[in-house]
């Protein structure tokens, strides 16, 4: 698609039609008498010369080539540009962040699959997490992983493949045995510092308590608050159990309440499956789709035109000048002058 940018240029196409109406014409002085006695004779005549002047004519190359040069360089003002086809971007509206529990907990035999045997929790985990991933097309992801400390495993990415080789590759303690869920939100709203979404989601997986964290998880709930984002949190495991492999249900849903985000919790793979689908009903697909147009430009093809036009004009008055010019012999004038000499030379 061909467009100008400036189209309100070509208003000036009868610039030079105005010119030529308002202005008077220019002329060139030409002597048209050399006499070197000229004043003598005028002054005994009792005249006065006046300055004469020479009004240059167009000839017919010039009425022609002239407006479609001047044609052509209000078009290269104009800036002519090609329109190519229309690029699109899609721009995730949305962060989301999930934080897995790696504790050795997590490799306890106490979840059953679809078909009813038991599998550890962490193979569950890994199922589920990797076909939630798999449905967020339009989100940035990342993934942390948290035991002892946090560990940010993935930052923010639409390389969602990467993001589910990673959760396919986890394994129960390889971040340390115990559960240190405060940092891991902590590590989360760091990671969020420099987003710009206008959405911020984190969901926490933990099947224990928090024994290792340096910052409770109370308190990490009101930085989450302040920062806008959203925690939502999932308990796995035994709530009946004692010490670190009790997960604390309390402290999750104060932690969901406290940041608007809800809380869940799984007692088998189906409900952990169950859960993952309602978080992605609740956290709707939200992107901006950018659009942008690539532009070449073309000013340089009218302007071109114009200075080969008024060159080649150039070229022709130079060689139409040089033929008239040039001396040219009258046919039979040699041969009546050889006769002339040749009677000179008789007796």
């Given amino acids: 698609m061909l467009q100008f940018d400036y189209p309100w240029l070509f208003a000036l196409l009868p610039l030079p039609l105005l010119l030529w109406w308002w202005l008077p014409p220019y002329r060139e002085e030409s002597p048209s008498v050399r006499l070197p006695f000229f004043?003598?004779?005028?002054s005994a005549a009792g005249l006065t010369p006046a300055s004469g002047a020479v009004v240059p004519r167009r000839n017919r190359l010039q009425w022609v080539l002239a407006p479609l040069a001047w044609a052509l360089v209000v078009s290269a003002l104009a800036r002519p540009q090609f329109l190519?086809?229309?690029?699109e971007k899609v721009q995730p509206a949305r962060d989301l962040l999930i934080a897995l529990d790696l504790s050795q907990s997590m490799d306890t035999r106490d979840f059953?699959?679809?078909?009813?045997a038991l599998i550890p929790r962490v193979a569950a985990v890994r199922q589920v997490v990797s076909g939630f991933v798999a449905r967020r097309p339009g989100d940035r992801l990342g993934l942390i992983v948290f035991g002892d400390a946090p560990y940010p495993l993935a930052p923010f990415t639409m390389d969602h493949r990467l993001v589910q080789t990673l959760i396919g590759d986890l394994l129960p303690g390889m971040a340390g045995p115990s559960t240190a869920l405060g940092d891991a939100i902590g590590l989360g709203i760091k990671m969020f510092e420099h987003s710009q979404a206008p959405e911020k989601v984190l969901i926490v997986l933990t099947d224990g308590n928090d024994t290792a964290s340096r910052m409770p998880p109370e308190r990490a709930g009101e930085i989450a608050r302040a920062r806008k984002v959203v925690v939502h949190t999932i308990g796995i495991g035994n709530p009946d159990a004692t010490g670190e492999e009790?997960?604390?249900?309390?402290g999750l849903q104060r932690l969901a309440a406290q940041t608007g985000g809800r809380y869940f919790f799984g007692a088998d793979q189906a409900g952990l499956a169950t859960i993952y689908a309602t978080l992605d009903r609740i956290t709707p697909h939200n992107q901006t789709t950018l659009s942008w147009r690539p532009r070449r430009e073309l000013f340089m093809w009218?302007?071109?035109a114009a200075l080969a036009l008024v060159l080649l004009y150039q070229a022709l008055m130079f060689g139409y000048s040089a033929w008239t010019a040039a001396p040219r012999r009258v046919p039979g004038q040699g041969g009546a002058a050889g006769a002339a000499g040749a009677a000179g030379e008789g007796p």
């Fill in 39 to 42: 004043g003598e004779v005028a």
């Fill in 112 to 116: 059953r699959d679809p078909s009813g």
């Fill in 84 to 87: 190519e086809a229309p690029i």
């Fill in 246 to 250: 009790k997960v604390d249900l309390g």
């Fill in 302 to 304: 009218p302007l071109g």
